[in-house]
């Protein structure tokens, strides 16, 4: 679920299946996004819980933390 906005772009959720967890999908997904990303010249930004793996998959594709709480990360990503 992504929320567009002029300059940014929030990705609400992603959720996959746990039997397709690990397989790539994910990040071929957050991959697609980052490039129309780059192509809008949009900030993307998002919310991982501190107990999602996931967070690890997000430093790797070049987000930043950007703030967090008791129970998210807040991240972003800005066009290059």
């Known amino acids: 679920m992504v929320l567009r ?3 940014s772009v929030l990705l609400v ?3 996959l299946l746990a039997e397709h ?3 790539g999908i994910g990040g071929r997904l957050v991959g697609e996004l980052i490039r129309q990303c780059q192509r809008d010249g949009a900030t ?3 919310q991982v819980l ?5 967070e690890q ?3 790797r594709v070049g987000f930043a933390r950007t703030g967090e709480d008791q129970m998210y990360i807040q991240m972003e990503r800005r066009p290059d």
């Open 5 to 7: 906005e002029k300059n």
């Open 13 to 15: 959720d992603i959720s």
């Open 21 to 23: 967890r690990g397989h």
């Open 44 to 46: 993307l930004r998002l």
């Open 50 to 54: 501190k107990t999602n793996p996931a």
């Open 57 to 59: 998959l997000y430093e």
